[in-house]
């Protein structure tokens, strides 16, 4: 009876943009109002303040997390099944990509979807991690570090993940992550992606 109520509650919490609520406090313009008008990390490091990117960054990926070891820590008191588990991993991203309280206007879900991983399978989301990094210092555009370590995730949790419906949730993530990206995989196939800490 309480698998619905967990994953609206991952929901709600996915849907805290700490992109938009950093830069407020900051008293910095609203990032979907700049660069590429996505609410991240990525696009308010454009805007000079590496603190507000770095509180952003770890906000996101911090929000997953919570939202996943909440309902692990709860699952055999509340009886939540592990289908919920995966459901409620999966809500969390969508509450980041379509936050019912900004206008469901938000961002392209890569630390939350890190941070959810962790939650589920710290390998998992080790290997993902270390391909972004990779991927990140050798060629300093974010979007392909992401779509790299995002097409990867699936592959690590079918050895790393116990459950096979947390690894269909993963697959899943991994889809409306990309989903997310149709733009800047234009712009990577155009020669036209900016690089990190390009100012807006």
Known sequence: MFNIPAVAVSYLIGSLSF???VSKYYGMDDPRTYGSGNPGATNVLRSGKKKAAALTLLG????????VLLARVFQEPLSLSDSAIAAVALAALVGHMWPVFFGFKGGKGVATALGVL???SPAT????????????????????AALTATIAAPLAALFFMPHTSWIWATLLIAL????RHK???GNLLKGKEGKIGEKR
């Not at 996101?60 to 939202?67: N, P, Q, T």
């Open 19 to 21: 992109a938009v609520i």
């Open 60 to 67: 996101d990926a911090a929000k997953g997390l919570v939202a």
């Open 118 to 120: 962790l939650a589920l």
């Open 125 to 144: 989301a080790l290997v993902c991690a270390l391909i972004w990094l990779v991927m990140a210092f050798g060629f300093k555009v974010s979007s392909l």
């Open 176 to 179: 409306l992550v990309l989903f």
């Open 183 to 185: 733009s800047n995989i």
